[in-house]
């Protein structure tokens, strides 16, 4: 097995909807706004290369929005998916399996691409299988007021008009210890019903894809919940237990979301987790 990090495209999100009621005066020390209030962010995306399959773990946002709808986002930097795929060696008609942690546009807009004359949707990666499940599925093609527009049909849909949408298989309980993708999901309630966290075990490490649950180094404290989580109080229990266990196991965490720290470990204090060490791909992977 070989793991390669695949930078998608950098963006900015407002800081005081990433950290929820935390004061910007503490979450400005680990993620400083610009004059904007906004903050930097990353769509960094997981390749898994185990034999004949080669496994996405999540698109970033992709390029067929409008202009308006990426002016929102401040796109920044030069990483593109195309770009990052091409660095190792692969083309996007190579991969075999998508798997979508959740559907918000930042999370699975790659997927979906325009077709030559942009008269219509199709897959961006036409050979591959769509992962998802049945009950996030339901939850994003029915969405609520609050999600609704992180939903965006054009990102979905097209997936199981295609064919090619497949589902998890998930027994009772939060943990499925190996999927049909030969990695573990924790399934997380509390940013969006039934978010996939994958738990990799590589070169004697377990590397955790940690997607919305804990989108950068400044979010460790249980507390730092996102303004865009749907359930809030249930995000804090999920993350205790998970930091609690990714600290007493020593798991290096895959930051989707963290522009300038990709992978770290967690350490426990007398304050509760805390950051241990950071680490750059290259490092890990």
Not at 7 to 19: I, P, Q, S, V
Request: aromatic fraction near 12%; glycine fraction near 8%.
């Amino acid at each position: 097995m070989k793991l390669y990090p695949i930078e998608t495209g950098n963006f900015k999100l407002d800081g005081g909807a990433m950290f929820g009621v935390v004061p910007k005066i503490i979450w400005n020390k680990t993620n400083p706004a610009d004059a904007n209030n906004l903050i930097d962010i990353a769509a960094r995306s997981l390749l898994i290369e185990d034999g004949n399959r080669l496994i996405l773990i999540d698109t970033g946002m992709g390029n067929k929005q409008s202009e308006k709808f990426f002016g929102y986002y401040s796109l920044w930097g030069t990483h593109s998916m195309d770009g990052s795929l091409a660095k190792y060696g692969f083309h996007r008609d190579d991969i075999t399996d998508v798997f979508l942690t959740h559907l918000h546009f930042d999370h699975c807009g790659g997927a979906i691409q325009w077709n030559n004359d942009k008269t219509a949707y199709e897959p961006a990666f036409k050979n591959a299988k769509f992962w998802s499940n049945e009950n996030h599925w339901q939850w994003a093609t029915e969405p609520n007021s609050r999600e609704k527009a992180s939903f965006l049909s054009e990102n979905i849909l097209p997936m199981q008009e295609s064919g090619q949408l497949n589902f998890v298989e998930r027994s009772s309980g939060d943990f499925v210890k190996e999927s049909e993708l030969g990695f573990g999901i924790f399934f997380a309630d509390g940013h969006t019903e039934k978010q996939m966290i994958p738990y990799i075990n590589y070169k004697e490490k377990t590397i955790v894809f940690c997607a919305d649950l804990l989108p950068t180094v400044g979010h460790i404290p249980i507390p730092y919940v996102m303004g865009y989580d749907t359930r809030p109080l249930l995000t804090m229990d999920e993350k205790t237990k998970f930091m609690n266990t990714a600290a007493d196991n020593n798991y290096y965490l895959f930051l989707e979301h963290d522009a300038h720290n990709p992978i770290i470990t967690v350490k426990h204090t007398e304050k509760g987790v805390r950051l241990d060490t950071v680490f750059s791909c290259d490092e890990i992977l």
